[in-house]
């Protein structure tokens, strides 16, 4: 049992903002809690692709995504992140940067996120935490093999990682989204889609959400039974 840590939410203005600002108090008011056996590992993968230069200006959107990461750590939970273009990019450690501006590689290369894979998996496969997820964003594609890639080293470390692919669509210039293919995930996988960064924190908060409350279901059945 993990005890006498905090739980709170991300103040996403204030995250977004906080670059700006010099301001970095970003999480909301606390209380004590325990999780114990309701403890999450989460992995993230952020697209540091050419193109984000363009598309996360200041990269204003990721910061704050990665102040919704420092939260979690906060509480209790394991979280890590790996940024990706053509190859793995080395970041801070979120636990240890989450009072400052985490400083992000510049964007550049192409979009590949089986680089990331293995990262990923390495974290996941050495945390302790009953439940773990992965939440991959990409404002490209993501090419079947290397979803596959990503499959078989879950399957080298005899993992079954539920995925969330979250992809920036942008808009064209007639006003409608542009088409990108899915491939072929797991039935435990997810393929999401937002039209800005600023949507990006609140769905990161909304996965976590989701994740928390089906553990908190399962334990609650597994007491009742």
Same mark, same amino acid.
């Given at each position: 049992m993990v005890e006498g840590l905090r739980r709170g939410s991300v103040n996403i203005r204030a995250a977004m903002h906080g670059e700006k600002t010099g301001n970095m108090?970003?999480? #909301?008011?606390?209380?004590?809690?325990?999780?114990?056996? !309701?403890?999450?590992?989460v992995a993230v993968a952020l697209d540091a692709s050419g193109s984000m230069a363009s598309n996360d200006? $200041?990269?204003? $959107?990721q910061r704050? /995504?990665?102040a919704v990461l420092a939260a979690l750590i906060d509480m209790g939970h394991d979280a890590s992140l790996t940024a990706y273009s053509s190859r793995a990019m080395p970041v801070e450690d979120v636990a240890k940067?989450? $009072?400052r501006p985490l400083k992000l590689p510049v964007p550049g290369g192409d979009t590949y996120?089986?680089?990331?894979? /293995?990262?990923?998996?390495?974290?996941?496969?050495g945390s302790k935490a009953p439940t773990k997820i992965a939440i991959v964003f990409t404002d490209g594609d993501? #090419?079947?093999q290397e979803l596959d890639a990503w499959y078989a080293a879950q399957a080298l470390a005899r993992l079954r990682i539920p995925t969330y692919f979250i992809q920036l669509v942008a808009l064209e210039r007639g006003g409608?989204?542009?088409?990108?293919?899915?491939?072929?995930? /797991?039935?435990?996988? !997810?393929?999401?889609?937002i039209r800005t960064m600023q949507d990006l924190p609140l769905v990161f908060q909304q996965i976590i959400a989701k994740t928390a409350k089906t553990v908190v279901a399962e334990l609650t059945r597994r007491q009742a039974a």
């Open positions: 108090r970003v999480f #909301e008011k606390r209380v004590p809690s325990k999780i114990g056996a !309701a403890r999450m590992a200006p $200041g990269a204003l $959107g704050a /995504s990665i940067t989450r $009072g996120f089986a680089a990331a894979a /293995s990262p990923m998996v390495r974290h996941l496969a993501v #090419e079947q409608g989204a542009s088409s990108m293919g899915i491939p072929a995930l /797991s039935p435990w996988d !997810a393929w999401l889609k």
